[in-house]
T-cell receptor, first 109, second 116 residues
Framework: GQNIDQPTEMTATEGAIVQINCTYQTSGFNGLFWYQQHAGEAPTFLSYNVLDGLEEKGRFSSFLSRSKGYSYLLLKELQMKDSASYLCAVINSNYQLIWGAGTKLIIKP | IAGITQAPTSQILAAGRRMTLRCTQDMRHNAMYWYRQDLGLGLRLIHYSNTAGTTGKGEVPDGYSVSRANTDDFPLTLASAVPSQTSVYFC???????????????FGPGTRLTVL
């Protein structure tokens, strides 16, 4: 089967750094997405990785290791508005997008 | 600039009734998708369309049908609703220029459906 694993919930403090991990076992790999979803809203695109390494975009960075089937999303200088769910999704060899259940991030003052 | 719109925003439906969820995009995207999102589960693909005139089945297609008569519209129909179809439904679209599903998907605001 195909599987995306993410922690269910994480808590962090405003101003701190948090790393959200995603491991995947899929039939092939053609890229990995991270999306942000605030409660009651639609998912919105954060990042896309297809090659190994770190992609930085402002306060957010995403890392990929294809050999390990592993990615993480790094959020720096956390703000209260970063409280949301973060969804990891992998494109498999059939170009299907397989979604993880998401990690709910709670930011405390 | 609307992006993707969905209607209705929410709906309470009696079991056995027929229901069509509407989805319209104004980005001229080739591909469109319907997902359902349930607590504790990832987004699950119901049906998709790579281009106008074509549709395909996703992970959980049973009980649902779609059509893609033109580029902009992608309605989802529940022929005879059942309580297990209670969920939040998201429509999404992507440019999918290469036809390989690697383009970013953009989501509509969702429809919250309750089947009693």
């Amino acid at each position: 089967g195909q599987n995306i694993d993410q922690p269910t919930e994480m808590t962090a403090t405003e101003g701190a750094i948090v790393q959200i991990n995603c491991t995947y076992q899929t039939s092939g790999f053609n890229g990995l997405f991270w999306y942000q979803q605030h409660a009651g809203e639609a998912p919105t695109f954060l990042s896309y990785n297809v090659l190994d390494g770190l992609e930085e975009k402002g306060r957010f960075s995403s890392f990929l290791s294809r050999s390990k089937g592993y990615s993480y999303l790094l959020l720096k200088e956390l703000q209260m508005k970063d409280s949301a769910s973060y969804l990891c999704a992998v494109i498999n060899s059939n170009y299907q997008l397989i979604w993880g259940a998401g990690t709910k991030l709670i930011i405390k003052p | 600039i609307a992006g993707i719109t969905q209607a209705p925003t929410s709906q309470i439906l009696a079991a056995g009734r027929r229901m069509t969820l509407r989805c319209t995009q104004d980005m001229r995207h080739n591909a469109m998708y319907w997902y359902r999102q349930d607590l504790g589960l990832g987004l699950r693909l119901i049906h998709y369309s790579n281009t106008a005139g074509t549709t395909g089945k996703g992970e959980v297609p049973d009980g649902y049908s779609v059509s893609r008569a033109n580029t902009d519209d992608f309605p989802l129909t529940l022929a005879s609703a059942v309580p297990s179809q209670t969920s939040v439904y998201f429509c999404a679209s992507s440019a999918d220029v290469g036809g390989q599903g690697t383009d970013t998907q953009y989501f509509g605001p969702g429809t919250r459906l309750t089947v009693l």
